[in-house]
């Protein structure tokens, strides 16, 4: 079961639907009423393809940019225990439920200091500081105070990089006049010594098995 939240569609009531997962890709760019939400999240999912990453490895290098300038690189999750998300800000449909199941989970652990969060968008020519800031605070995060949410962005050749070392596909379609980006679905549990513990091919997850990851 999951309760969708509210910012899935302006105005929407809050209604409780019992899903199989949304698993693989999927994506969100038009304003669409609930039951099409429902039908979206599941429809056109493919399975995750990890690429050459897999679990007991390191993660792979990176040099990317935090929504507030920050450099965010492999060195700055040492010591720390991530979830890792690809994701984008301007999404209006599967992203929203990725925060929404992030806040929740962050909830249940009681927001443990060591716990980081990081989003790595699909969309960085869009994805602007404002886009992201807006993002966060629609879900009641103040990232300005609560660092642990980050949110990369970065030249479009070093997003292509990482995406294409984790298998990560991401297609842009118009539709109407605006754009869908459908992407593959991966949530990463990185561990302090910068191995990869488990990769969830939905954002609909286990809440044990990801406390399980992440060893709350």
């Not at 249940?108 to 060591?114: K, L, N, V």
Request: with cysteine; aromatic share 6%.
């Amino acid at each position: 079961r999951i309760r969708l939240p509210d910012d899935v569609r302006d105005g929407a009531v809050e209604v409780t639907v019992r899903l199989a997962g949304a698993k693989g890709r999927c994506g969100g760019g038009v304003t669409l009423i609930i039951a099409a939400c429902v039908v979206a999240v599941l429809a056109g999912c493919v399975p995750a393809d990890p690429g050459g990453v897999t679990t007991g490895r390191i993660l792979p290098e990176f040099s990317l940019v935090n929504w507030d300038g920050r450099r965010i690189t492999r060195e700055t999750l040492r010591d720390k225990r991530t979830v890792m998300a690809f994701t984008y800000a301007k999404c209006e449909l599967a992203c929203p439920i990725l925060t929404s199941q992030l806040t929740s989970l962050d909830g249940s652990i009681e927001s443990p200091p060591d716990v980081v969060y990081l989003h790595v968008s699909v969309n960085p020519a869009d994805d602007t500081s404002e886009e992201i800031h807006r993002h966060f605070t629609a879900h009641g995060i103040d990232p300005e105070k609560d660092t642990r949410w980050l949110f990369a962005r970065g030249e479009e050749a070093d997003i292509h990089r990482l995406l294409e070392r984790f298998g990560v596909k991401v297609e842009k379609k118009r539709v109407a006049d605006t754009f869908l980006i459908e992407h593959t679905i991966q949530v990463w549990v990185v561990g302090r010594d910068g191995r990869l513990v488990r990769m969830f091919d939905s954002y609909l997850w286990d809440v044990d098995e990801m406390k399980r990851a992440l060893g709350s």
